[in-house]
């Protein structure tokens, strides 16, 4: 019995700035809204500021690059078009619109 292999999502964080409970709060909302599609959320304690959330090793938010945090709504879009590209978020989908 074999079951498709769901994709990862890792978060790293920062813990000298102490952004553990944002990270926790991140995994939550995404584990929430794709329960079905996701495998895991890892929270990956780092240092020097990063805060960096891939999905199978694609990199779909990083603070530096990005400009801070994401905001909840564009990451799960973000992560859908990598992880379920079909598939409509309801009202995130309209926020950004």
Do not use: N
Not at 7 to 22: D, E, G, K, M, N
Not at 31 to 38: G, H, I, K, Y
């Amino acid at each position: 019995m074999s079951e498709t292999r769901r994709p990862r999502v890792a978060i790293s964080y920062c813990t000298q700035c102490r952004w553990l409970l944002r990270a926790g709060w991140i995994a939550q909302e995404l584990l929430s809204t794709f329960p079905r599609e996701l495998g895991e959320v890892a929270l990956v304690p780092t240092t020097g500021g990063a805060f960096v959330i891939e999905v199978d090793d694609v990199r779909v938010w990083d603070r530096a690059a990005d400009g801070g945090f994401p905001e909840i709504a564009e990451l799960k879009r973000r992560v859908r078009d990598l992880v379920a590209p079909g598939r409509a978020l309801g009202h995130v989908d309209r926020a950004g619109d």
